[in-house]
């Protein structure tokens, strides 16, 4: 007997049919008041060696079906290392063939990352005594809102991530991000420091990212399409942190993402806004020259394509933050599948890998920062 459950911390799948273990139908649950849907996260319970095949047959009315092409789920045994598996894509359905390698695996979309993380993140964070926190607001559902400051330098930095809650790997982001600014050793996050004060926002989704969701909150609102009117009862989360961000001010901000499609790391900036400045332009692209410079897993070639002036859409928080602060904004894309300059066939994009980048990308913002170049 073959049995499906994802009543769990960020699970998300529809049990259609498992009588048949050569035939499991399954569906991806939407978005609660919402059509999205893309992320899944479930475990599947069998004899170990028992072949089974798992079809996902909704998987073609996804939000980006693009994002199934050449695209490898991940497993876990112990749910703390994640491999990737072979699946089929035929254009409607998702197939995977394989054999049980234990009694109960966890199958998912991308390396969860769960609130019970993500509190030990903030609950570990504090510990260390390194960071200031506040919990700016409650979420739809109640949640608190973690805010925690580090440095005490004059420019303000803020760091967002994770407002779409089915981009995991953001989280994974800043986890590495912590461990870095953590460390009483390291000369990055020490000169960090000194120099500038990080605003940081870990999840800007925890009511989503609990409930299974690809892009929205508890109630269907897509977070980055709402910073320029953030209805305080339907997007507190964007609410709270846009009042934070007047208290602050921003210099510069990363908004931290992963794309569905594209197989590569990418920036994109904020081209499109109305009274755009050479330094900030100046500024975005001199961040993306270094990190690229910094790590092959990071690279300016392929992308989204820069918005035309005047054209940029001021919900996006990128966009809206770039506007109303002038500031260099820029939002971090990474991957679901493997990158395809610097692929791991075991991984694809992995946890380890986005904590790698972090670093990379705490780097280059050091760098920005003193204007220090680095030769190429
Ligand atoms: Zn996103």
């Given at each position: 007997?073959?049995?499906?459950?994802?009543?769990?911390?960020?699970?998300?799948?529809?049990?259609?049919?498992?009588?048949?273990?050569?035939?499991?139908?399954?569906?991806?649950?939407?978005?609660?008041?919402?059509?999205?849907?893309?992320?899944?996260?479930?475990?599947?319970?069998a004899e170990a060696g028992d072949?089974?095949?798992?079809?996902?047959?909704?998987?073609?009315?996804?939000?980006?079906?693009?994002?199934?092409?050449?695209?490898?789920?991940?497993?876990?045994?112990?749910?703390?290392?994640?491999?990737?598996?072979?699946?089929?894509?035929?254009?409607?359905?998702?197939?995977?063939?394989?054999t049980m390698p234990s009694p109960?695996?966890?199958?998912?979309?991308?390396?969860?990352?769960?609130?019970?993380?993500?509190?030990?993140?903030?609950?570990?964070?504090?510990?260390?005594?390194?960071?200031?926190?506040?919990?700016?607001?409650?979420?739809?559902?109640?949640?608190?809102?973690?805010?925690?400051?580090?440095?005490?330098?004059?420019?303000?930095?803020?760091?967002?991530?994770?407002?779409?809650?089915?981009?995991?790997?953001?989280?994974?982001?800043?986890?590495?991000?912590?461990?870095?600014?953590?460390?009483?050793?390291?000369?990055?996050?020490?000169?960090?420091?000194?120099?500038?004060?990080?605003?940081?926002?870990?999840?800007?989704?925890?009511?989503?990212?609990?409930?299974?969701?690809?892009?929205?909150?508890?109630?269907?609102?897509?977070?980055?399409?709402?910073?320029?009117?953030?209805?305080?009862?339907?997007?507190?989360?964007?609410?709270?942190?846009?009042?934070?961000?007047?208290?602050?001010?921003?210099?510069?901000?990363?908004?931290?993402?992963?794309?569905?499609?594209?197989?590569?790391?990418?920036?994109?900036?904020?081209?499109?806004?109305?009274?755009?400045?050479?330094?900030?332009?100046?500024?975005?692209?001199?961040?993306?020259?270094?990190?690229?410079?910094?790590?092959?897993?990071?690279?300016?070639?392929?992308?989204?394509?820069?918005?035309?002036?005047?054209?940029?859409?001021?919900?996006?928080?990128?966009?809206?933050?770039?506007?109303?602060?002038?500031?260099?904004?820029?939002?971090?894309?990474?991957?679901?599948?493997?990158?395809?300059?610097?692929?791991?066939?075991?991984?694809?994009?992995?946890?380890?890998?986005?904590?790698?980048?972090?670093?990379?990308?705490?780097?280059?913002?050091?760098?920005?920062?003193?204007?220090?170049?680095?030769?190429?």
């Open positions: 007997m073959v049995v499906i459950d994802a009543a769990f911390d960020g699970g998300n799948i529809h049990c259609v049919d498992a009588s048949n273990p050569a035939d499991i139908r399954l569906e991806i649950a939407r978005d609660r008041q919402s059509d999205f849907y893309q992320w899944f996260s479930f475990r599947v319970c072949p089974i095949k798992l079809v996902i047959t909704n998987a073609g009315g996804a939000a980006y079906p693009k994002g199934w092409e050449n695209y490898r789920p991940v497993m876990s045994v112990d749910g703390k290392t994640w491999a990737r598996i072979p699946a089929h894509y035929d254009g409607g359905t998702l197939t995977v063939d394989m109960r695996v966890h199958l998912a979309y991308f390396a969860p990352y769960t609130l019970v993380q993500h509190d030990a993140l903030i609950s570990s964070a504090i510990a260390t005594g390194r960071f200031g926190y506040q919990n700016l607001g409650q979420t739809v559902d109640g949640r608190a809102m973690d805010y925690l400051r580090y440095g005490s330098g004059n420019i303000p930095v803020w760091l967002i991530a994770r407002q779409h809650p089915g981009e995991s790997m953001a989280e994974w982001w800043m986890e590495g991000a912590f461990e870095m600014l953590s460390d009483a050793a390291d000369p990055i996050s020490a000169a960090l420091a000194d120099i500038a004060t990080l605003h940081i926002i870990p999840n800007m989704n925890p009511d989503g990212s609990f409930r299974g969701h690809l892009r929205t909150n508890a109630v269907g609102v897509n977070l980055n399409r709402v910073w320029d009117t953030p209805d305080p009862e339907r997007a507190p989360e964007v609410f709270h942190v846009r009042q934070k961000m007047e208290e602050t001010g921003v210099d510069l901000c990363l908004d931290v993402h992963g794309d569905e499609a594209l197989p590569y790391n990418f920036i994109a900036g904020f081209e499109g806004i109305p009274g755009i400045t050479e330094a900030q332009l100046d500024g975005l692209n001199g961040y993306k020259a270094l990190l690229a410079q910094l790590t092959p897993d990071f690279q300016t070639k392929i992308g989204y394509p820069a918005t035309p002036p005047g054209k940029a859409n001021l919900s996006m928080a990128t966009n809206y933050i770039a506007h109303r602060f002038g500031a260099v904004a820029m939002t971090l894309e990474m991957p679901f599948k493997a990158t395809t300059d610097t692929p791991n066939p075991q991984t694809g994009w992995s946890p380890p890998r986005c904590k790698h980048l972090a670093r990379h990308c705490l780097h280059a913002l050091l760098l920005q920062l003193t204007g220090t170049n680095i030769p190429s």
